[in-house]
């Protein structure tokens, strides 16, 4: 088991940039796909981005994709999520989630074990 903890959200303005962190703890990080999901008031949880175990490869969701940016830094145990550009639309609490497993391009909660608690950003127009 890892454990996760978020960080770094908070009350921004349209248009405006935020950068979530992800501090791991317990196993070695550097074995596990990283990612983040979102959830707004009253929908299901939903799939942002991953990041391979070296961070030689990302995937997005397209309503995310080319402003938001994930990385993850194996000595540290930290994963990011850059985020530019933020809509309302992009207002939900965000989640770190840690899973194994082989690298693929589609990913759904249930393929992640590990989770944070979830850190809430707010978007205002």
């Known amino acids: 088991q890892v454990q996760l903890e978020e960080s770094g959200g908070g009350l921004v303005q349209a248009g405006g940039s935020l950068r979530l962190s992800c501090a791991a703890s317990?196993?070695?990080?550097?074995?596990?796909?990283m990612g983040w999901f979102r959830q707004a008031p009253g929908k299901e949880r939903e799939f942002v981005g991953a990041i391979i175990w070296g961070g030689g490869d990302t995937v997005y969701a397209d309503s995310v994709k080319g402003r938001f940016t994930i990385s993850r830094d194996n000595v540290k145990g930290m994963q990011y999520l850059q985020m530019r550009s933020l809509q309302p639309e992009d207002t939900a609490v965000y989640y770190c989630a840690a899973a194994g497993g082989r690298w693929r391009q589609k990913w759904d909660p249930a393929d992640f074990a590990n989770w944070g608690q979830g850190t809430q950003v707010t978007v205002s127009s």
């Open positions: 317990g196993r070695p990080f550097s074995s596990y796909i």
